[in-house]
């Protein structure tokens, strides 16, 4: 009896060392969210979503067309033509999406905003309609914009950029704000003349030739956040 006891104990001692390993899956799930999460915040980031809380991102137009390149870019094999051309388009999408902001960041930055115009501007899925004071004025203030300047270049505003007006509101600096706009980016006529067509339209071929050999490799490769992560939550 005396030796079985021993053996008893030996072997409880044995397996009380193990229980550390029934831990780890608990710290491999939290290392997961954590991953998950700045996938999420880099995609945010990297593709600016016109509506950042539709995380489907196929109810609006063009945040549809980005959604739908990158889904196709992911099937498609890495280095072949296909794959850089939809890689292309893109960059052209994110890169027109980077220009509106960087519009409404330096006016911000000359109503003397300098520090806290990153913060301004950063709107990600978990900003909440529901938390803002002044949903309605500044609907009616992105409306204004739209119509009066070209700081969207006469395209469809992006629902993001309520959010900022709504936190201009706020500090009382919004109409500012639309007055700096009107003078930077007034609005375009129109109704050009057909001369004034054709010099836009070589404008922009020029542009986008410029776009293209300025691609470098790298941006060309750039990872797709959206379809790692969607991945990773079927894991």
């Known amino acids: 009896m005396g030796n079985r006891s021993i053996f008893y104990r030996i072997c409880c001692s044995c397996c009380g060392e193990d229980e550390p390993e029934e831990k780890m899956p608990i710290i491999s799930d939290t290392l997961l969210y954590f991953a998950q999460e700045a996938q999420r915040r ?101 409306d204004i914009l739209a119509e009066e300047t070209s700081i969207f270049e006469n395209k469809m505003p992006a629902e993001r950029y309520i959010f900022v007006l709504d936190r201009l509101i706020t500090l009382d600096a919004a109409e500012d704000f639309l007055s700096k706009a009107r003078i930077y980016y007034p609005q375009i006529d129109q109704s050009p003349k057909m001369e004034q067509q054709e010099e836009e339209s070589v404008a922009v071929l020029i542009k986008r030739t410029n776009e293209i050999k300025s691609v470098t490799d790298e941006e060309l490769e750039e990872v797709d956040e959206d379809i790692l992560l969607s991945r990773s939550l079927e894991l």
């Open 42 to 142: 880099r995609s945010e980031q990297t593709n600016l979503w016109s509506e950042p809380q539709d995380t489907s991102h196929t109810e609006r137009d063009d945040d549809r067309e980005l959604y739908n390149m990158l889904q196709k870019r992911a099937k498609t094999r890495r280095g072949s033509q296909g794959y850089r051309r939809l890689s292309i388009d893109i960059h052209a999408a994110r890169q027109e999406r980077r220009d509106v902001l960087e519009k409404w960041k330096m006016i911000l930055e000359n109503l003397g905003f300098y520090a806290e115009s990153e913060m301004l501007l950063n709107v990600t899925s978990v900003s909440s309609y529901s938390s803002m004071r002044n949903a309605p004025q500044a609907k009616k203030l992105l």
